[in-house]
């Protein structure tokens, strides 16, 4: 499978409990993307690498949240002490940025985040 | 920053029938415009996009139009079938970087 992918398809987690999710994004794609959806609403921008460069993070992403892309390829999403309002289903997408141009996202499946 | 409105929120059609569900987006600098498809705890898969230099796209029984001036564009799917059953996102690009989804349209198709 050459899709975006990602780990864990499921987390169930006690609150104040961390976690960690891992996506790994079509090989060839310099741009890597964190969503959080949740039920009966559209995907909401988190953040966004240009290879290993975290360039934008959104006002929802608080300080118990981290995203890294070390070397580029895939990426972590972390979240410290989690609360019961993070359970959502978190996506990845990943597209290719040539010349300026905005090229076409690519989700992965999601983790399913359920914080208890 | 970019605000995008969809409209309806649920849509049944009959088998066969065409479904049009319509987008409005606020910042008139976004320049791409894609809809994807979610069917129950799947991902959204992209099945079309557009971008400001083009007014129509279609692909197959899938086509998409773009008015700039008004600021809106629209799916349109005809013959649709039963498998066209699933929530459908329009977005638009803020920053030429971060999509904006719209709140999603239930489309049910009835045989």
């Known amino acids: 499978d050459t899709g975006v992918s990602q780990n864990p398809r499921h987390k169930i987690t006690k609150r104040g409990q961390n976690v960690t999710f891992r996506c790994d994004p079509i090989?060839?794609?310099?741009?890597l993307y964190w969503y959080r959806q949740t039920l009966g609403q559209g995907p909401e921008f988190l953040t966004y690498f240009q290879n290993e460069a975290q360039l934008e993070k959104s006002r929802l992403l608080s300080d118990r949240f981290s995203a890294e892309r070390p070397k580029g390829s895939f990426s972590t999403l972390e979240i410290q002490r989690t609360e019961q309002g993070d359970s959502a289903m978190y996506l990845c997408?990943?597209?290719?940025?040539?010349?300026?141009?905005?090229?076409?996202?690519?989700f992965g499946p999601g983790t399913r985040l359920t914080v208890t | 920053g970019e605000n995008v409105e969809q409209h309806p929120s649920t849509l049944s059609v009959q088998e066969g029938d065409s479904a049009v569900i319509k987008c409005t987006y606020s910042d008139s600098a976004s320049n791409y415009f894609p809809w994807y498809k979610q069917e129950l705890g799947k991902r959204p898969q992209l099945i079309i996009d557009i971008r400001s230099n083009v007014g129509e796209k279609k692909d197959q029984r899938i086509a998409v139009t773009l008015n700039k001036t008004a600021k809106h564009f629209s799916l349109h799917i005809t013959e649709t079938q039963p498998e066209d059953s699933a929530v459908y996102f329009c977005?638009?690009?803020?920053?030429?970087?971060?999509?904006?989804f719209g709140q999603g349209t239930r489309l049910t198709i009835n045989p």
């Open positions: 977005a638009g690009i803020q920053g030429a970087q971060k999509l904006v």
């Open positions: 090989s060839e794609h310099n741009r």
């Open positions: 997408a990943s597209s290719l940025a040539w010349q300026g141009l905005t090229g076409e996202q690519y």
